[in-house]
């Protein structure tokens, strides 16, 4: 099995400096979840189910063979929709028969809803798959039925409770297979205020004891045209998803660095890279690919030697938010940011808390108006209440002054993150702010 350093989703410090590739060609489903709808799609919209064009196995193969050409810090490729890869078998296995046969050093993933897991066990074992991720929202029927409307299994049609119970029986069997075959395995699960938020721990419990390594705890997004919009549901606040994701870390390793990505993303996590932007960029050699590979080792290496010790802070830990395109860098103008990774820093250590997404400030057309900014800058500092400093690559001064009357310093940096959390979380100390 390959190495789960380099794994941008498995590994929160892998995710700086490798990149992942989504592969399209799995367009059909076999449930219909309350919050999702694959048939919206934004281009400038980032959530699980969208994707611009489905692809055929033969157009994703080549689609890779390229890409690795000009982005040689890529790692992982996986299949995760924008349906349910195991609901378009055919397509799904020719994908990674494909990808396994031609480019080996790959690390192949695919991501579930789980119902059909347990029927493709030797297909994924057969086909080289390393990883395998499934979407899990609930352990109790009762739970499962408010959040999923309907199943189609072996035929029928199944709504509700029945159709949870027989999902939720299937995960758990198709889990267990792929850790009994040495399969890294990761749950997801989306959190639902008021449906499943003091649930989720029981999930992670039985996750962990099925054989599951960590757990990816999501804030729901709200899916336009979707159930759970027309009901007027809305996401989780950041205080309720740390809350629950705590918990949850006292049981598994949780995943706090996921971008809830595109069904067919590209590139680092938080600088998705489409087909127009890959285009024209210098190719690199399998031999220079390869020392690219070994560079990003050493830096990753250097990262790890910088990263906190895994205690957990205590009173006096500052919260500093972070506006970053990728790559470990604080490379990103507040003004265009959409989200913010939020950590918390005590003297010479730091940990990632989540990932708090937003809409930008400024979309760089006529259309933003005065009333439309205040109202996004409102939304930004509420998000970031409980930071004290956000650093980021630029910032005009109204933005600044609004975040100075929530109490938040804008700080202008261009420096690596880590190197920045440990200056200015000292600074902050020091001064007592």
Same mark, same amino acid.
């Given at each position: 099995?390959?190495?789960?350093?380099?794994?941008?989703?498995?590994?929160?410090?892998? *995710?700086?400096?490798?990149?992942?590739?989504?592969?399209?060609?799995?367009?059909?489903?076999?449930?219909?979840?309350?919050?999702?709808?694959?048939?919206?799609?934004?281009?400038?919209? &980032?959530?699980?189910?969208?994707?611009?064009?489905? #692809?055929?196995?033969?157009?994703?193969?080549?689609?890779?063979?390229?890409?690795?050409?000009?982005?040689?810090?890529?790692?992982?490729?996986?299949?995760?929709?924008?349906?349910?890869?195991?609901?378009?078998?055919?397509?799904?296995?020719?994908?990674?028969?494909? /990808? &396994?046969?031609?480019?080996?050093?790959?690390?192949?993933?695919?991501?579930?809803? +789980?119902?059909?897991?347990?029927? $493709?066990?030797?297909?994924?074992?057969?086909?080289?798959?390393?990883?395998?991720?499934?979407?899990?929202?609930?352990?109790?029927?009762?739970?499962?039925?408010?959040?999923?409307? &309907?199943? $189609?299994?072996?035929?029928?049609?199944?709504? +509700? !409770?029945?159709?949870?119970?027989?999902?939720?029986?299937?995960?758990?069997? +198709?889990?267990?297979?792929?850790?009994?075959?040495?399969?890294?395995?990761?749950?997801?699960?989306?959190?639902?205020?008021?449906?499943?938020?003091? *649930?989720?721990?029981?999930?992670?419990?039985?996750?962990?004891?099925?054989?599951?390594?960590?757990?990816?705890?999501?804030?729901?997004?709200?899916?336009?045209?979707?159930?759970?919009?027309?009901?007027?549901?809305?996401?989780?606040?950041?205080?309720?998803?740390?809350?629950? =994701?705590?918990?949850?870390?006292?049981?598994?390793?949780?995943?706090?660095?996921?971008?809830?990505?595109?069904?067919?993303?590209?590139?680092?996590?938080? !600088?998705?890279?489409?087909?127009?932007?890959?285009? +024209?960029?210098?190719? $690199?050699?399998?031999?220079?690919?390869? /020392?690219?590979?070994? =560079?990003?080792?050493?830096? #990753?290496?250097?990262?790890?030697?910088?990263?906190?010790?895994?205690?957990?802070?205590?009173?006096?830990?500052?919260?500093?938010?972070?506006?970053?395109?990728?790559?470990?860098?604080?490379?990103?103008?507040?003004?265009?940011?959409? !989200?913010?990774?939020?950590?918390?820093?005590?003297?010479?250590?730091?940990?990632?808390?989540?990932?708090?997404?937003?809409?930008? $400030?400024?979309?760089?057309?006529?259309?933003?108006?005065?009333?439309?900014?205040?109202?996004?800058?409102?939304?930004?500092?509420?998000?970031?209440?409980?930071?004290?400093? #956000? /650093?980021?690559?630029?910032?005009?001064?109204?933005?600044?002054?609004? #975040?100075?009357?929530?109490?938040?310093?804008?700080?202008?940096?261009?420096?690596?993150?880590?190197?920045?959390?440990?200056?200015?979380?000292?600074?902050?100390?020091?001064?007592?702010?």
């Amino acid at each position: 099995m390959q190495n789960v350093q380099r794994h941008p989703c498995y590994d929160e410090l892998a *995710h700086e400096v490798f990149a992942r590739m989504h592969l399209a060609v799995a367009p059909k489903c076999n449930i219909n979840c309350n919050y999702c709808n694959i048939k919206y799609d934004c281009v400038s919209e &980032s959530r699980p189910g969208v994707v611009s064009q489905v #692809l055929t196995p033969e157009e994703a193969r080549r689609s890779v063979q390229q890409t690795l050409k000009v982005l040689p810090q890529l790692t992982v490729v996986g299949i995760a929709g924008p349906g349910d890869p195991l609901a378009n078998p055919v397509q799904t296995f020719e994908t990674f028969r494909l /990808l &396994s046969r031609e480019m080996p050093d790959l690390q192949l993933c695919l991501s579930t809803n +789980g119902l059909k897991l347990p029927d $493709y066990v030797e297909e994924i074992t057969g086909c080289g798959i390393n990883h395998v991720t499934v979407t899990m929202n609930a352990l109790d029927p009762a739970i499962g039925g408010r959040i999923y409307h &309907s199943i $189609y299994y072996r035929g029928k049609a199944y709504r +509700g !409770e029945a159709a949870a119970a027989i999902l939720i029986s299937r995960q758990l069997e +198709g889990i267990s297979a792929m850790a009994a075959r040495g399969i890294k395995v990761k749950v997801n699960s989306v959190l639902i205020p008021g449906v499943n938020d003091d *649930h989720l721990i029981e999930v992670t419990r039985a996750a962990r004891e099925a054989g599951a390594f960590s757990h990816n705890i999501m804030p729901l997004i709200i899916s336009p045209g979707s159930r759970f919009e027309r009901d007027g549901r809305l996401a989780p606040d950041p205080g309720l998803t740390l809350k629950v =994701q705590e918990r949850s870390a006292e049981l598994m390793p949780i995943m706090r660095h996921c971008r809830q990505c595109r069904a067919d993303a590209v590139g680092l996590l938080g !600088e998705d890279r489409g087909g127009e932007l890959l285009a +024209g960029l210098p190719e $690199y050699s399998p031999e220079e690919r390869e /020392l690219r590979l070994m =560079q990003l080792d050493g830096e #990753l290496e250097v990262r790890r030697n910088r990263q906190a010790s895994g205690r957990s802070p205590g009173a006096s830990a500052t919260r500093i938010a972070v506006a970053t395109r990728g790559g470990g860098r604080v490379n990103l103008h507040f003004g265009h940011a959409s !989200e913010f990774l939020v950590y918390e820093v005590e003297e010479d250590s730091y940990r990632l808390l989540g990932v708090r997404k937003i809409q930008a $400030y400024c979309n760089g057309t006529a259309s933003c108006g005065e009333a439309d900014a205040a109202a996004i800058l409102k939304e930004s500092a509420e998000l970031l209440r409980d930071c004290q400093l #956000l /650093l980021c690559s630029g910032i005009g001064s109204f933005p600044q002054e609004v #975040l100075r009357q929530a109490d938040i310093m804008a700080v202008v940096t261009k420096d690596d993150i880590g190197v920045s959390l440990l200056k200015y979380g000292r600074l902050l100390s020091y001064f007592k702010i």
